[in-house]
């Protein structure tokens, strides 16, 4: 395994207190937008491709730890000495994992259907499955949000384990920002977190060191990581607030942006934060 940094790529937006936007897997610093685009009118939000992801680019295996030093050099870079973290799926496991390693420059978690020890129930996958997400994806990125698309596609492809609501402003996000992630992460990034994952990975009894107050929010109908594990994450988390929104799924601030970003408005009112 590379030890090396690697100098990632990074959108940043606005002033203010810094909030690293961490995507997920398959994902991109772009696709954090339905996050950065609100919070950067009080914040600066910094959104890196991860290593191995997006624009962040590499052809050598590497641990998934190896994303810890990549993101503390990029702290180092901005001359960061405090900030937020907000994470979504992979990256609220990276987040929280910043807030062990640097609880002196972590001063809150926004965790985003993720966990400390992610469990999912996704089914089998069919041919079939395959077949119409290929279909949707297509014909999503040719027509984002088109409803024939959603309705003859969308709704019988694995999507519908990733969203509940099947709106077209939820199909424009995918089409926006998932498929060009996906066909943008790398075999190395694969391999990292397939290996973490088959590793058995749990934090959940190193979590009553992290002090920040931290929100996790969930989506009630996610099969990648459900709720259930989301819960068990809040409740072992000492400063912890726990949201779970009804009839949504992994991709909800996808699903109901205005709600997620107005509760987090909220939590970050409540602790002095803006």
């Known amino acids: 395994m590379t030890a090396s940094v690697v100098n990632l790529h990074v959108y940043v937006q606005g002033k203010g207190l810094p909030i690293l936007c961490l995507h997920g897997h398959p994902g991109s610093g772009l696709s954090m937008s339905v996050f950065t685009q609100h919070l950067c009118q009080r914040f600066q939000t ?20 190896d994303h810890l030093c990549d993101l503390e050099a990029l702290l180092d870079r901005y001359q960061i000495s405090e900030c937020l973290v907000l994470g979504w799926s992979l990256g609220g496991i990276l987040a929280m994992e ?21 469990r999912g129930s996704h089914p089998a996958i069919s041919w079939q499955d395959n077949l119409y997400t290929g279909l949707a994806a297509i014909a999503n990125a040719l027509q984002p949000g088109d409803r024939w698309h959603i309705d003859t596609f969308g709704k019988r492809s694995l999507f519908r384990y990733l969203v509940q609501q099947h709106t077209p402003a939820t199909y424009e996000y995918i089409a926006k920002y998932a498929v060009s992630a996906y066909l943008q992460t790398s075999s190395p990034a694969q391999r990292a977190l397939f290996t973490a994952l088959k590793s058995g990975y749990n934090r959940l ?40 929104y009804p009839n949504t799924a992994h991709l909800f601030p996808w699903e109901i942006p205005d709600r997620v970003l107005s509760d987090i408005d909220k939590w970050l009112v409540l602790h002095s934060l803006i």
């Open 46 to 65: 910094i959104a890196p491709d991860l290593r191995g992801y997006g624009n962040s680019r590499t052809q050598t295996d590497f641990a998934m730890t």
């Open 205 to 244: 009894q190193d979590l009553s060191q992290i002090q920040c107050p931290s929100l996790i929010m969930a989506g009630a109908a996610d099969r990648h990581i459900t709720p259930e594990s989301s819960q068990e994450t809040a409740q072992h988390l000492p400063n912890s607030e726990w949201i779970c």
């Open 98 to 118: 910043l807030a062990l390693r640097l609880p002196e420059r972590v001063k809150g978690l926004i965790l985003i259907a993720t966990a400390a020890r992610p």
